[in-house]
């Protein structure tokens, strides 16, 4: 078996205190375990909080990338156990679809070529090897850039064999042989996702866990039931589309079957037949075909071809004539051929029939006729170096009436005789044509290029930066804005008449409607994708009624305040429209009323979940389906799941007990619809969104997910997870690394936006010192040295004792909408530092006995869903409770007294001040180059001023901030806090004479830093007048002040009381201090004021 989280050996590491974690996992784990404690049951009446995570792909051994998504549900379902609620949290396993068939077959192609194990030839995946059985098909355009890697090659490189990465994955040599047969990663797999995700401490129901495929006769007869659902509903229908299609595996390749290109579809262009009037040269081969013969110009805006004045290929390219349909020859690239190919354009499906080799240089100069050309009865064909044979056909229209390159092309060819005879081009190819208006712009005019490329005073066609801009001015604008000058639509719109000139062009045979990928797609079979015209089973998403119900779901479904979650959704509701959900190949469950087909992987996966309610009574704990002593699965009819899932009457002859299926009722009843669904960001655009589609369809509104939390993918140490490069930890190496408690306290950190996270090493490394060493600390005052101090609590007990509530109902907001950075921040960085300033503030009289205790406890609490095993072991053998941490329910604390801790802040505030003003007066004085060194200096006396409420301009300041606060009920952006404020300063008396410099730099640098402090302690900072009595404080804390400075004589006093002390100001927060000072030598002493303004 592949390693997974235990014990490590790290030769010549200390890792006393990594091991001690490791031994609080075991333990703990064993606890759980044994008290059944993530087992969860319906318990009506009881709250109860139901989350889930997309099953992963079963095809190799979980990562990091996989544990920090699949940490946020289990941080979740952790609070709300600690909650008190009652907690599901199942996880399954996806096998359904070509990727773990894939890779079976391309070990048993390595091995069949290679030997067993492999004696790979040493330029071995240093070439792109055909693999499709296909004529003719070119796996990569052969005008790719040397050197430039795919995505699908950067994560590979040279290595990464089918064999090479099961080697890699600890599996035994002599295993790897076995994974020829795609049943035996669903065999091995699972039970390591399982065994990791355990390791990890996961509260997950493992009773209702499973895998896909019809291997699980249960979950196989869940999806044929989902599936005569939605035809029930008219939701599946049969028809041809076109989708994008792996040729080596045979049928559509969907995201979740691709290497590279997820979420890539097809681009529709118009191809435009040109008809070859002469055939000199090569061509003269294809002269028996006359009037058949074809150049075809593969076009996004088919209502200029009115306006062509020639056509462009790319001299040094690769071309080809290829057999079409009724005896036609089609000049194109040889991208564009395989294309076509699949889209009964070709004599045979999926066969392309290439006549004759061509390149550019052989098309230099042909005659072609337009079908919409008037103007010419001839058009040539010309070279453009910018052309591309992995887009299209290789051959483009010249529009240069509308298009800045086209213009620009053209005017270079007129104007260089040279450039004309380095390409074998006549003058009279060239010099004849002039601009065809076809449309009117606003602003541009019938001939927007000129006019657009005299604007950017455009050179040549190498000005790529001036041309990129000249399009973005007239392409959209042309589109949107345009009207037809020439034609039968001439006078109409131009978005009005694209369509019915395309149609015109269609039947009259002038132009094939054609597809490729809008990206490259590369299948996990190895091969690059292409559009295919097939015959398919499609969902009839965008549906107009099933759209609606679905925005309605979203609408009311919670997305944890992530604005860019829903706008994502809404987005992908936008576009998506049908969804081809049946494949001819790979594991999974066949269409019930059509077993010629597989159900596609990413449509036997929408809602699975819930299957999970059910699942353990089904399975009765064994994920394959293979205990069938409860339930047979033939007993599972369409009528039993309707009725289970609470859309239909008892079935009356099912042969299963009453009391099954009314268990199996109450269980869905209970835990439906789910609170949380948690995934990446990618799953957007398909599975989550194909989610909330099919529970509309399926249940009612009260049934409808709850709640979709998203992420964002996890880089390793600030740079992307990439095997080939080494950054990679799969899941079982990060836990004995660090322990699964270092591990999650690095995810918790590792961020919480829809960006891309960081798992840093450092953090993680660092979480196994904090966590032994907060261990062992508790166990010393409250066991080994316990705190013996009790009674009436000090001023600094009562400032520390606000200050555990505020941190732990800021951290318990925080777990509430997910965000479990801040969690982490608030309730263990923050609560530790103002358990550090406490013991610091105790000094010899010692800490509160209660007040640490209450400490321990509310962070051995708040810190359990991060780190549940170190937790346990407080909560057990430190703290001495009965029980266990995580599910011993939330700190029950009073609300903190914000006016005493507002004083601590104030207190320790004015303390930071003062000890980096004494310091800096006693520091010594640099020396002189001449005579002798500076007397060192001593502050001897402290001299305090408070002004307990703001007067002059800080007051008007304060008032016009809190209006504009209470007004508009947020803080105001600078641009509105500098107007207002200023306008304030000119409207009062007192203000009204303020220079603008002291506007500038005194008044607005204020009302900011203000208006800050409001947003982060709240708007009661924008009180004229101090809370805090800070007289009273600083006097009652004298001690305290003389014991950390190290200064026996230090006074407070009222700035109305302040008699001659030399005081410009203060203010709240900010008291006027004056030092005393006396030299080392005894000299007359000085008196000099320093200022603490912030």
Same mark, same amino acid.
């Given at each position: 078996?592949? %390693?997974?989280? !235990? $014990? @490590?050996?790290? =030769?010549?590491?200390?890792?006393? #205190?990594?091991?001690?974690?490791? *031994? ?119 005008? %790719?850039?040397? !050197? $430039? @890697?795919?995505? =699908?090659?950067?994560?590979?490189? #040279?290595?990464?064999?089918?064999? *090479? ?930």
């Amino acid at each position: 078996m592949a %390693k997974g989280g !235990g $014990k @490590k050996e790290d =030769a010549g590491k200390n890792t006393q #205190r990594r091991d001690f974690l490791l *031994e609080c996992q075991e333990k703990a784990q064993a606890k759980w375990r044994d008290a059944k404690t993530f087992e969860a049951k319906a318990e009506p009446g009881k709250p109860k909080f139901y989350g889930n995570f997309p099953y992963p792909y079963m095809n190799g051994l979980l990562h990091l990338g996989h544990a920090f998504s699949l940490s946020k549900l289990e941080f979740a379902a952790a609070y709300h156990r600690l909650k008190g609620e009652n907690v599901l949290f199942p996880q399954g396993f996806h096998c359904t679809g070509m990727p773990i068939k894939a890779c079976a077959d391309k070990l048993k192609r390595e091995i069949a070529l290679y030997g067993c194990p492999p004696n790979y030839p040493e330029n071995f995946g240093m070439e792109k090897k055909k693999e499709a059985e296909t004529e003719e098909v070119a796996l990569e355009p052969k005008n %790719k850039a040397k !050197g $430039k @890697k795919s995505k =699908a090659q950067a994560k590979q490189g #040279r290595g990464a064999t089918q064999y *090479e990465i099961l080697q890699k994955s600890g599996i035994p040599e002599n295993e790897i042989p076995s994974f020829q047969e795609s049943l035996h990663w669903l065999e091995y797999f699972p039970p390591l996702a399982k065994r990791d995700i355990e390791a990890m401490g996961c509260g997950v129901d493992w009773r209702r866990s499973f895998i896909t495929t019809d291997v699980n006769p249960y979950y196989d007869s869940f999806v044929r039931w989902q599936f005569w659902k939605l035809k029930e509903l008219g939701k599946v229908i049969k028809d041809k589309r076109h989708a994008v299609y792996s040729p080596l595996d045979g049928q559509p390749c969907a995201d979740h079957d691709r290497a590279t290109g997820e979420g890539v579809g097809p681009q529709e262009y118009t191809l435009i037949k040109m008809r070859v009037l002469e055939f000199p040269g090569k061509l003269s081969e294809l002269a028996q075909h006359e009037g058949k013969v074809f150049m075809l110009a593969a076009t996004l805006r088919p209502e200029t071809m009115y306006g062509q004045t020639n056509a462009w290929v790319l001299p040094d390219g690769a071309y080809g004539a290829y057999q079409g349909l009724n005896g036609e020859i089609y000049v194109i690239s040889e991208h564009s051929a395989r294309n076509l190919a699949y889209q009964d354009q070709s004599p045979e499906f999926g066969k392309t029939a290439k006549i004759l080799d061509l390149t550019g240089h052989d098309l230099m100069g042909v005659p072609l006729k337009s079908p919409l050309g008037e103007k010419y009865d001839a058009i040539y064909v010309l070279p453009l170096l910018t052309v591309s044979l992995s887009k299209g056909t290789g051959v483009v229209t010249s529009v240069p009436s509308d298009s800045p390159d086209d213009y620009m092309g053209l005017s270079d060819l007129k104007k260089k005789a040279k450039l004309r005879e380095k390409f074998g081009i006549k003058d009279e190819h060239v010099l004849p044509f002039e601009v065809v208006p076809v449309l009117t712009i606003p602003e541009f005019g019938d001939a927007a290029a000129e006019k657009v490329c005299a604007m950017l005073k455009i050179q040549s066609q190498n000005d790529k930066t001036k041309l990129e801009e000249a399009k973005k001015m007239t392409y959209l604008k042309g589109f949107t804005e345009g009207v037809m000058t020439v034609g039968k639509y001439a006078g109409q719109k131009v978005q009005d008449a694209k369509p019915l000139i395309k149609q015109d062009l269609l039947s009259s045979g002038d132009a094939i409607v054609y597809f490729e990928p809008e990206k490259q797609v590369m299948s996990r079979s190895g091969d690059e994708c292409v559009v295919a015209l097939t015959d398919q089973w499609y969902l009839q998403y965008g549906e107009e009624g099933w759209l609606e119900k679905t925005r309605d779901c979203l609408a009311d479904m919670s997305v944890f305040e992530m604005d860019e979650v829903r706008n994502a959704f809404k987005h992908t509701l936008g576009w998506m429209r049908q969804w081809a959900c049946s494949r001819s190949f790979g594991l999974g469950t066949l269409m019930p009323w059509d077993e010629e087909y597989l159900i596609e992987s990413l449509s036997d996966s929408t809602v699975y979940m819930a299957y999970y309610t059910v699942a353990h009574v089904l399975q009765r704990g064994e994920m394959y389906g293979k205990d069938q002593s409860e339930v047979k699965p033939e007993s599972l009819t369409n009528a039993v799941w309707d009725y289970v899932f609470g859309l239909g009457d008892l079935p009356a002859d099912s042969g299963i007990p009453t009391e099954t299926l009314d268990a199996m009722k109450a269980e869905f009843d209970y835990w439906y619809p789910f609170d949380l669904r948690v995934s990446g960001k990618d799953l957007i655009q398909n599975h989550l969104t194909f989610s909330l589609y099919n529970h509309t369809a399926i249940w009612p509104k009260e049934k409808w997910p709850r709640g979709m939390r998203c992420n964002g993918h996890l880089m390793l140490n600030n740079e992307k997870m990439s095997k080939s490069t080494g950054n990679f930890k799969t899941l079982g190496e990060a836990i004995q690394e660090y322990s699964a408690d270092g591990m999650r306290f690095a995810l918790a950190d590792a961020g919480d936006s829809m960006e891309d996270a960081n798992f840093v090493h450092d953090t993680a490394n660092a979480a196994i010192l904090r966590l032994t060493k907060e261990c062992d600390w508790m166990d010393e005052v409250l066991n080994t040295s316990p705190c013996s101090r009790t009674g009436d609590l000090t001023f600094h007990d009562q400032v520390f004792k606000s200050a555990i509530s505020l941190c732990a109902g800021k951290c318990i907001k925080a777990y509430e909408i997910m965000l479990f950075r801040e969690a982490l921040q608030t309730g263990f960085y923050q609560l530790q530092s103002a358990r550090d300033e406490y013991r610091f503030q105790c000094g010899q009289e010692g800490m509160h006995a209660d007040l640490i205790r209450t400490f321990c406890e509310v962070q051995t609490k708040l810190l359990a869903p991060f780190c549940p095993h170190t937790m346990e072991h407080v909560w057990c053998s430190v703290l001495k409770m009965e029980g266990q941490v995580v599910n011993s329910g939330l700190p029950s604390l009073p609300e903190p007294d914000l006016l005493v801790y507002q004083s601590g802040k104030f207190m320790e505030g004015v303390l930071s001040d003062l000890r980096s003003s004494v310091q800096k007066a006693q520091a010594p004085p640099k020396k002189k180059k001449k005579g002798p060194a500076m007397p060192k200096m001593k502050v001897t006396g402290i001299r305090l001023v408070v002004g307990p409420e703001y007067t002059g301009w800080r007051r008007v300041a304060i008032e016009s901030l809190a209006k504009m606060h209470s007004e508009s009920g947020s803080a105001p952006d600078n641009a509105t806090l500098e107007a207002t404020v200023l306008e304030a300063m000119q409207a009062n008396e007192e203000t009204k004479d303020m220079t603008k410099k002291d506007l500038k730099m005194l008044v607005l640098p204020f009302a900011k830093f203000m208006r800050d402090r409001a947003i982060s302690i709240g708007e009661e900072v924008l009180r004229t007048k101090s809370a805090v009595d800070e007289l009273t404080v600083l006097t009652d804390n004298l001690s305290y002040l003389k014991r950390v400075l190290k200064v026996e004589d230090i006074t407070v006093t009222d700035v109305s009381s302040k008699g001659d002390l030399d005081i410009k100001e203060a203010y709240p927060g900010n008291p006027g201090v004056v030092l005393v000072k006396e030299e080392d030598v005894p000299v007359e002493k000085k008196v000099e004021e320093m200022s603490l303004d912030k």
